[in-house]
């Protein structure tokens, strides 16, 4: 007859993934039902992360201990620690700089639309720089690996050092960078299959020295692709915001961004309409320059928010200080990204202390 007892010593010295201390040390197992006549056995256990891969390889283990006293069937349910059960692991944690498996991840964001040409990359440097002036700590990956282009809008002339094993994003703007472009000479192309540009992403997570960050943004690919994918499974957490132009066919196409990030259960906060119209200097005029309304439809459609919508304009260049895609806290534009970063920042922590 199995009894309590048994599944505590079959699972209790398995290690969990994150904190690295065994399920008995931890405290982890909260409920154990046993039913003898059909040999099953239900364990409710608690984990740093729930919906990780780290936690399918546990359930694996647990599995596995579970059948071998004698289980015809086991069920799992995972729960996650309460932060004041995670309180003394979290002080005693080493910091390894793997934001992939920390207990104090930042927010991570995805930049994403449909197709190219949205403005997307603008939108990610200009969006983490007005995150930066409120005060935040700000990471940002150019994740988009075979269109790369946030170091040359940003000015960037510097390449990432190394320090041990670790790579030293540069800083720029108050905002901490990594991107393809670094590690390419002479602008050539990516010529990589998924698999490398996987590894790539990992290490970006992984092997860069980020230090405390308040948000991770992340520029992604347009579209689909498997980088995207690699993200959406790298980052069970990560939040979206969608880009899109005012034209029907822009927004149509974005939706399915905005789809695969509900599918695989990132959430959307909102959507940024870029291009929205083109204002005369002389007469004040507007132009609907790619049409109306397809930011707040695909909005509609995503049940999100529009978060802003940005004019067609061009920034004031700095010759002494060049970054040819950033518009000054002071410019038109500059005041619309604090504004849209302070909904960001609002809707991310709302979500945090809710």
């Known amino acids: 007859m199995l009894t309590e007892q048994q599944v505590k010593d079959a699972v209790g010295e398995i290690v969990d993934p994150f904190l690295n201390r065994s399920l008995n040390e931890t405290d982890a197992i909260k409920?154990?039902?046993?039913?003898?006549?059909?040999?099953?056995?239900?364990?409710?256990?608690?984990?740093?992360?729930?919906?990780?891969?780290?936690?399918?390889?546990?359930?694996?283990?647990?599995?596995e201990k579970l059948k071998e006293i004698g289980a015809a069937t086991v069920g799992i349910r995972f729960i996650e620690f309460t932060p004041e059960e995670l309180a003394p692991f979290r002080a005693e944690q080493k910091n390894d700089g793997n934001l992939?498996?920390?207990?104090?991840?930042?927010?991570?964001?995805?930049?994403?639309?449909?197709?190219?040409?949205v403005g997307k990359s603008t939108v990610s440097v200009n969006l983490a720089i007005s995150l930066a002036r409120l005060g935040k700590k700000v990471g940002l990956i150019d994740a988009d690996i075979y269109g790369f282009s946030v170091p040359d809008m940003m000015g960037i002339t510097q390449r990432p050092t190394v320090q041990g094993e670790r790579i030293i994003p540069v800083e720029r703007l108050g905002v901490k960078v990594i991107s393809m472009g670094f590690f390419v000479e002479d602008n050539s192309p990516v010529i990589w299959r998924g698999p490398m540009l996987g590894k790539m992403l990992t290490s970006f997570f992984t092997e860069v020295e980020w230090g405390e960050l308040d948000y991770l943004l992340?520029?992604?690919?347009?579209?689909?692709?498997?980088?995207?994918?690699?993200?959406?499974?790298?980052?069970?957490?990560?939040?979206?915001?969608?880009i899109t132009t005012p034209h029907p066919t822009a927004a149509f196409v974005a939706a399915r961004a905005g789809a695969?990030?509900?599918?695989?259960?990132?959430?959307?906060?909102?959507?940024?309409?870029?291009?929205?119209?083109?204002?005369?200097?002389?007469?004040?005029?507007?132009?609907?320059?790619?049409?109306?309304?397809?930011?707040?439809?695909?909005?509609?459609?995503?049940?999100t928010k529009l978060l802003g919508q940005l004019p067609l304009s061009q920034p004031d260049w700095n010759e002494e200080d060049f970054a040819p895609s950033v518009y000054d806290k002071s410019h038109r534009l500059g005041k619309v990204y604090k504004e849209i970063a302070q909904k960001v920042a609002d809707i991310c922590e709302q979500n945090v202390y809710n």
């Open 31 to 63: 409920e154990i039902s046993i039913k003898e006549e059909k040999k099953h056995i239900s364990v409710k256990v608690a984990v740093a992360k729930t919906g990780t891969s780290e936690q399918l390889s546990l359930q694996s283990t647990i599995v």
């Open 218 to 242: 992340l520029d992604l690919p347009p579209g689909t692709g498997d980088i995207a994918l690699d993200i959406h499974s790298m980052l069970p957490s990560c939040k979206e915001v969608i």
């Open 260 to 303: 695969m990030a509900l599918k695989t259960d990132h959430e959307v906060i909102g959507v940024v309409e870029n291009m929205s119209f083109f204002e005369s200097k002389l007469t004040g005029e507007k132009e609907y320059v790619f049409g109306k309304g397809g930011g707040q439809k695909l909005a509609e459609e995503l049940q």
């Open 100 to 117: 992939l498996t920390s207990l104090n991840p930042p927010q991570f964001i995805a930049v994403a639309s449909g197709k190219g040409g």
